[in-house]
Antibody, heavy 116, light 106 residues
Framework: QVQLKESGPGLVQPSETLSLTCTVS????????VNWVRQPPGKGLEWMGT???????DYNSALKSRLSISRDTSKSQVFLKMNSLQTEDTAIYLC??????????WGQGVMVTVSS | DIQMTQSPSFLSASVGDRVTINCKAS??????LNWYQQKLGEAPKLLIS???SLQTGIPSRFSGSGSGTDFTLTISSLQPEDVATYFC????????FGAGTKLELK
């Protein structure tokens, strides 16, 4: 069955770089896109970006200067890197499969706290 | 950027009630609107895609309607297991989410 699982550090220092991994199973990254989405505490969901099945990427314009999404198809992994983290980047970070009609499957998310 | 306004933010209803949740887009998104259910501690689940397409395995008491800028998720007869947060997603232009509706039993 389709599964996505996020992993990464729970705590990041301000001004540092966040690196997260989304490991997928049950589908191929060359057939489906993967989104990164985040949810700050008490706030709504924010789309961060997508890596499409052909490897191209799209980013939220508000995050584009700090964000990079890449993948390793042989390992079924998608990577998020975001630099210059601030406290307002504290959030649950989720990866989710894109079926070209929006998102269908989601991971459970990983909590990332930005604090010194 | 397209903004999504979801209402209400919080909803309390009784078992058997008809429940409606709304999402309004800041511009025309055709029918590119999905609805999700998220229970505490679980990953979100896709209920309805493209405004009114019920996903496989989702009970028929869930339905979606609307096009253009105004969309509705309806639960025809609320069940205890429907307690969750519901949110919409527009995928006409990038992705934008509604703020969510927390549904509880009265």
């Amino acid at each position: 069955q389709v599964q996505l699982k996020e992993s990464g550090p729970g705590l990041v220092q301000p001004s540092e770089t966040l690196s997260l991994t989304c490991t997928v199973s049950g589908f191929s990254l060359t057939s489906y896109g993967v989104n990164w989405v985040r949810q700050p505490p008490g706030k709504g969901l924010e789309w961060m970006g997508t890596i499409w099945n052909d490897g191209s990427t799209d980013y939220n314009s508000a995050l584009k200067s700090r964000l990079s999404i890449s993948r390793d198809t042989s390992k079924s992994q998608v990577f998020l890197k975001m630099n210059s983290l601030q406290t307002e980047d504290t959030a649950i970070y989720l990866c989710a499969r894109d079926m070209a009609e929006g998102i269908d499957y989601w991971g459970q998310g990983v909590m990332v706290t930005v604090s010194s | 950027d397209i903004q999504m306004t979801q209402s209400p933010s919080f909803l309390s209803a009784s078992v058997g009630d008809r429940v409606t949740i709304n999402c309004k887009a800041s511009q025309n998104i055709n029918r590119y609107l999905n609805w999700y259910q998220q229970k505490l501690g679980e990953a979100p689940k896709l209920l309805i895609s493209n405004a009114n397409s019920l996903q496989t395995g989702i009970p028929s008491r869930f339905s979606g309607s609307g096009s253009g800028t105004d969309f509705t998720l309806t639960i025809s007869s609320l069940q205890p297991e429907d307690v969750a947060t519901y949110f919409c997603l527009q995928h006409n232009s990038w992705n934008t989410f509604g703020a969510g509706t927390k549904l509880e039993l009265k």
